[in-house]
């Protein structure tokens, strides 16, 4: 047992295919051994007892065919898992499969199976292998198909009743056992009745076999069993009134159930008992080994000898295995191999049908080539070379993988047909060639001569001959023969129709990449047949002109008629508007020329005759106006439906009118007729229910609400909560806290507020046209932060979208403008002009660059006016210069200075003729970047990206040298750091400079013109106030990059630690004057702005 069972786990792992192992699955469940030692994984008794334990005898078969069916199943999934190659989905075995929840979901212990196979992780919908294993146990589940394959069989030979060792399962399975028992030792169930030696039977046959009268009953001895007269199989019974036949039970049960046979008597044969095999004690003897002196049968022989040491032992063969046609009592699945009823046409498994083959294994490629899928291929049918890409056939249609059809049998002639033909020919039953020779091929197509049947098609004379051969009746003399046709010109015939065909069919070929139908071909080769030119060139050019010729013929045959017989049914007008000539139209000649195939004649004719018809038709249906309905079918082409259209249409015209200028009254969600106003709200809104209709007025008439109906109806439409539909009806808007519907809303991708349409508008109209493009924010919050240049792109890539809809042409088309600025302004080459403030790109590589839109020039580094020293020199040098030499800035003095070192932003480099005093938070009214006018460092509105800060308001970080805190120190205190450093300053105004005002120029809050400071001058401040001195002063620090930490007091040096990070821990026993010191010395190590402006 276990080599067999080895033998069927190297099977089954190599191929992954159960019929691989079938044979020895079979003889493993036939071995009598004990369930417990027989399966060592899945619990079968187990499985055995729970499915039909307290079941009556019918329940516990059903439970037997289920628990088959579940097993074949399982068997499946096992050898998916097996196979060298696995399905796509294998690692999973989902409950809502159809399959699975009838069969293994259907029994107990299935799952247990698909446990052992791997499938141990529970899922929601299904089994599957955990995530961590990548490939199935393959020993293992072999192991166990290899027990299912084997569990199902013996169930199979259970319900069969041949099982060889049914007291295994006696007290698993009572009734199962106790019907074998009863099968085996009761009689055969066949009616008899006793009847008397000397009385025959009432019921006699016609005519009685002779057998019966031979040998009396009670010295007849039961015969030996034999095979079935029907089919082959092991017979069971025979029938002495049926000629001694031998009959299986199938057979038995069919073949008497006639009338006739039904009375027979049948006696059950004797089998006799064969020698079984000494090793497995169930099949019988194959062989006898004279050196082992053992019987064996076939598998045990072949496994017992497989051995090294005994296959060279002399075996003689007892009995040849006789092929025996399958019995009719019931049939096995070649590819399940299960065992199914005999009025079964599908297995009850599988669903594969009864003659189905089983599953071809894995054998080695021919060596023949394999033919490539894009070779051309030749159609069976009509033999046909079709290009590879094609499916079905160019000609008959046929698929490129159908056989070849069918050959209608030969008819036999007996007339003079039979002698028009030599013997020596026969016609191709394919493509109808005459074939002069006697071969088996075609010589035309290739084909054999040979129909489906095996015999060949011969000439119509053999078919005669054959006839005459057999015995059958001699047919009549010939009257008049034909005289056969020469050999020349037979040829000549079959020649001229294979031309005419692949004529045909190139020119077919050729209309359908043209744009015509087969039809038309034939019909245009009708006509020019005899000529060079192509059909499908004569039907664009001939083909207009015989239409109307077609028509003009049918004009006056109709004229003919109508002076000989009259027009039926027309009056006045209409009769002579009938006389005068019939109105026809091309497409109906054409239909005509079409149908006839190219006859003009007969074309004229069914012209005429479909005209008659649909002009009756017409008039049946009450259009008598001949006139009228002739000129509907010439305008519809000839096209009752169309016709039919267009006289219906002037009747409806009053009625159109009625509908179309009636105005409709609006609709009142107050009308008591609820039902009429809820099909209205059908019919013009389209909603999705009679509920969502009831719904819209319950929230039109709901008190206090002023709902618009095309509101309500869009809200309805999104959704029938009725909470959720009162939220989108009530938004309010952030700008004029009016309530509006949501469909009426507008809200910016960078925040959750929302304005109303007009304050959307008005609010962006507003910000295009006389504010800045870093201006365009949500009026509520104010976002996104414009100092992000990444959030900011972002931000105009979707408000473009909005903007769109929603602004004039002439503002949309201005946003655009200064959207384009914006991007230009990223260049490094982009300047701004100090006369215009228009920008522009510069691609001169020189110091003086003329601005495009003013004409003026001015220096591109400096953005000082262009003069004429500035030539060849540098732009400190030309500042200098005109320090020393210009008198009107002589004349300025340090109010000059202050003007020339302006405020130059550092995100658009514009500058800024003003000074530094005042507020430093500055915002560039080019650009809209906000930074700090002393250390150029950007103004934070919210959080900034810095790891230290944590501040959250609008701040910005100031370096120690900045304006920002120096601004706070005495002058004397500024001048004694410049003394330290030996920087020279000014204490006194020049003689031009007016000492009472200070003259400097800044930016004043009444307006946007720039206007002279007018602070009060004090002595030894250079004749500036006190607040553009201190800057004056600050300025010269940062020219000279002096670090001021060295005139801290230690409660500002203790200020200035704590703000840059520095750590202001004191060391034990350290003094005072020691601690400052150290701190001072780490602060210094703290760089000095690097944006602070340092120009001379």
Known sequence: MEETRRRAQALLSIAGQAQEAKADVQHLARMPVLLSQKYLHIRAETILRENTAGKSRQEMLEALVRLSKALGILEKYGCNLTSPTRPKYWRTVKHNNPVFRTTVDAIEGGRSVLFLYGYTNQQIDGLSFPDDVTEPDLKKVVEVTVEVMTLRAEVDLLLKGVHPHPEQFKDIIPYIVQDQEKMENDAIPIREEPQPEAKPSPKVPPKPAPRINTLPNHSKAPPLVSDCSLCGSSSMFMCPSCNDQSFCDACDDLYHRHPARASHKREPLHKPKPDLCCICGVSPVHALCSSCHQKLCQNCDRLFHSHPDRVGHNRTLLSAAKPSRPSLSSWECSHCTTVNEVRAILCSTCDRPRLSTGPVPNQDPPLATPQSPNAEWQCKSCTVLNQGSSVLCQVCERPRLATRPPAAPAKTLTGPESLALPVSKWMCQFCTFVNTKPTPICEMCSLSCKDTGGTVSLPAALHTASTLAQGGKTPPPPIAPKPALSLGTENQRQKALMEDGLNLINHIREGEKRGVSPEEIYAALKMCGGSNINPCDWLNSELPHLLDEICAMATSVQLTTTKDRGIPGATGEGEEEAKSGVKLSRAEAKRAWLATGGDIEAAVRQLLQDRQNKMRELQSLGFRDVSKCEEALRLSGGELRGALSLLQRPLLEPYHQRIWTQCEPPIDPKDPDKQRTCRRLLALYDLPSWGRCELVLSLLQEPDVNYNLEDVVQAVKESPDREFIKRLLQNECGVCYSNFPHSKMKSLTSCQCSLCLECFQKHFTISVTEKHIRDMVCP??????????????????????????????????????????????????????????????????????????????????????????????????????????????????????????????????????????????????????????????????????????????????????????????????????????????????????????????????????????????????AGLCEKHYREYLVSLINVHSLDPAVLYEPQELLCACQRYQVAVQKMDNENENNYNARLLKKLMEVPLGDKVPRNQ
């Open 780 to 1021: 509520v919050c104010n976002e996104p932060d414009i100092n992000d240049p990444e959030q900011l792109d972002n931000y105009f890539s979707t408000l473009d979208i909005q903007l769109r809809m929603c602004l004039t042409t002439e503002v949309y088309n201005l946003f655009h403008r200064k959207l384009t600025e914006h991007t230009l302004m990223k260049d490094p080459k982009f300047l701004w002009c100090c006369h215009c403030t228009s920008g522009f790109i510069n691609d001169v590589d020189q110091l003086k660059v003329t601005c495009p839109s003013c004409h003026k020039s001015f220096c591109c580094k400096c953005k000082k006016p262009w003069e004429p020293q500035h030539q060849d020199v540098t732009c400190e040098q030309f500042q200098q210069w005109k320090r020393d030499n210009d008198p009107e800035y002589q004349k300025q003095g340090l109010a000059g200075y202050l003007r020339d070192n302006g405020i130059t932003c550092p995100n658009c480099r514009f500058q800024y003729a003003l000074t530094k005093g005042g507020c430093m938070h500055f915002t560039c009214s080019q650009c809209r970047y906000e930074f700090c006018s002393g250390c150029n460092n950007p103004f934070h509105k919210t959080a900034c990206k810095t790891a230290v800060c944590t501040l959250n308001g609008l701040h910005a970080h100031h370096p120690r040298d900045c304006l920002f805190y120096l601004r706070d120190w005495d002058p004397q205190r500024l001048q004694e750091l410049l003394k330290r450093s030996n920087v020279a300053f000014n204490t006194e105004p020049s003689t031009e400079t007016p000492a009472a005002h200070c003259g400097v120029m800044e930016q004043k809050d009444s307006g946007h013109q720039d206007q002279p400071c007018g602070g009060e001058t004090r002595p030894g401040q």
